[in-house]
């Protein structure tokens, strides 16, 4: 299993999705958010980076691989999979790493979903610097919880114009928000769909 697609071939517009650091892209969320963005007008295509396809062939976890390793995954994809409209979006690292390569690959929109804006509890290790002056298109889907950058987090921080932030109601890092909050992950994970699906067709 090297790629998933959901979605026809005939799509006005293609959505290029990575995965997180620890999980692969049959995860549960990543298989939510690309079942319920894909339809006759936007195809979705996972990928996986080389340590997770390292992991899948013989079992064995390991730490992602180093940034340059990422980044050139990122530009093969888009490279094999280049299409007229092209979206680049990806979970946590998978979003993070896509953002750096934006600007480079010059796709229709970028969508980031949890971005590690810092690590738990380390907000002294800011890694957002560059998306103050992005200049591709890109919706940020946060959770309001996320330990890696929450709603109170994030308004301290310095985002372009271009940038549009959208709050996955009471979500942690995974988008999953307490049984208190009323509402259930698989909700979040269908608004968040239907948010990215008006971000694709409105670029």
Not at 36 to 42: D, F, V
Not at 55 to 60: A, F, L
Not at 83 to 94: Q, V
Not at 168 to 184: L, M
Request: charged share 25%; with cysteine.
């Amino acid at each position: 299993m090297t790629i998933l697609t959901d979605g026809p071939d005939t799509a006005a517009s293609r959505v290029l999705l990575a995965h997180g650091a620890g999980a692969g892209m049959d995860h549960p969320v990543m298989q939510a958010l690309a079942t319920g963005l894909a339809c006759e007008h936007i195809q979705v295509i996972r990928f996986e980076f080389p340590y997770m396809q390292k992991t899948r062939s013989d079992g064995r976890k390991r730490p992602p691989d180093r940034e340059p390793v990422l980044l050139d995954c990122w530009r093969r994809q888009a490279a094999d999979f280049a299409h007229p409209r092209l979206f680049l979006a990806g979970k946590s690292m998978g979003g993070r790493m896509a953002s750096l390569v934006a600007d480079e690959l010059s796709p229709r929109g970028l969508m980031l979903l949890g971005f590690p804006f810092h690590p738990p509890g380390k907000p002294e290790r800011f890694r957002g610097q560059h998306l103050a002056s992005i200049a591709t298109p890109t919706l940020l889907l946060q959770g309001e919880r996320d330990s890696f950058g929450d709603r109170q987090s994030l308004a301290g921080y310095d985002l372009a114009d271009g940038v549009e932030t959208c709050w996955v109601r009471d979500g942690d890092h995974g988008f999953k928000p307490r049984k208190a909050a009323g509402i259930s992950l698989e909700q979040n994970l269908a608004r968040m769909a239907d948010t990215m699906r008006r971000f694709v067709l409105a670029h």
